[in-house]
Structures are given as C-alpha cells and as structure tokens.
C-alpha cells in the first residue's frame, strides 16, 4: 500500500519526530508517529488548514511512502482518544499494527494513516519526494 505526505522538506523522513515532541491527535507525545494521506489531494488538504494564508509555502514536497501488507489497525472506536493516553498504554493498545487508520477530520469519507515507526513490524519505505509548488489561487481564495 501507498499513503502520502506533505511536508516541509527538512521534515520528509519517516522518524516521526514533531509528532513526538508535540503529540498530534492520534498519538500522545513521547510517541514517534508519521502523518499520511491516502491520496495527495487529502494530504494537500489536511496541510492547508493549517498553513498561514497570507504566503504560498516554497519548500514542502509530496513524499510517496509504501509499506508492505495490510496490517493497519483499523477500530475507530478506540481511536478517539489515543493522542490522549498514557505512553505505555498507547502502546499496549496500538503497537499491535504499524498502521492506524483514520478517518479524516476535512473529508470524513477518506482516510489518514498514521505510522508508528516503533511499533513491530514497521517496514514503510519513501519510494520518492518531489517538490510540491502549491497554485497561488489556492491561496488567493482562501484568504
């Protein structure tokens, strides 16, 4: 399977670092987690709720990421509150999989992936990064 990443490009790499420090909503922090979208139209989308409007960002690139299998976690109902839990139960919990699969806060019909590079079996690997040049309209009309 494959999932994408937006990213700013000191950031595209699998170490799920920010996410460790700062936690996100499906992992606590402490906890290495990787951010990924099952198209790059989503993942373009969860970046631009959150990036400042007033410039168009020059440095972010797509990351194609690809993991073997299928061995995604898929509850939903105990996902909504993982970025909540203790570490250790985090981990009781969600380290069974590599993978969780969420549902998508801007499209709730599509899904986020998020990697958990220290979980058993995590195997994902980039398969490439390209520049992403976001069109100016975008954000003309979202200000």
Do not use: C
Not at 51 to 56: I, L, Q, R, Y
Not at 66 to 94: C, E, M, N, W, Y
Not at 97 to 103: A, E, K
Request: net charge positive; glycine share 6%.
């Amino acid at each position: 399977m494959t999932t994408y990443r937006v990213v700013r490009r000191p950031f595209a790499d699998l170490t799920g670092e920010g996410a460790r420090r700062y936690g996100g909503r499906f992992n606590p922090p402490g906890i290495p987690a990787v951010y990924t979208s099952q198209s790059i139209a989503l993942a373009v989308l969860e970046i631009l709720v959150r990036v400042d409007k007033s410039e168009v960002p020059a440095d972010y690139v797509v990351m194609a990421i690809r993991f073997p299998g299928r061995k995604v976690h898929r509850r939903r109902a105990s996902l909504t509150k993982a970025g909540k839990l203790p570490q250790d139960q985090f981990k009781t919990i969600f380290y069974r999989s590599p993978i969780l699969r969420v549902p998508s806060v801007i499209v709730p019909r599509e899904y986020n992936f998020v990697l958990l590079p220290e979980a058993h079996g995590f195997a994902a690997t980039v398969e490439w990064i390209e520049p992403l040049d976001f069109d100016r309209r975008l954000f003309s009309a979202l200000q």
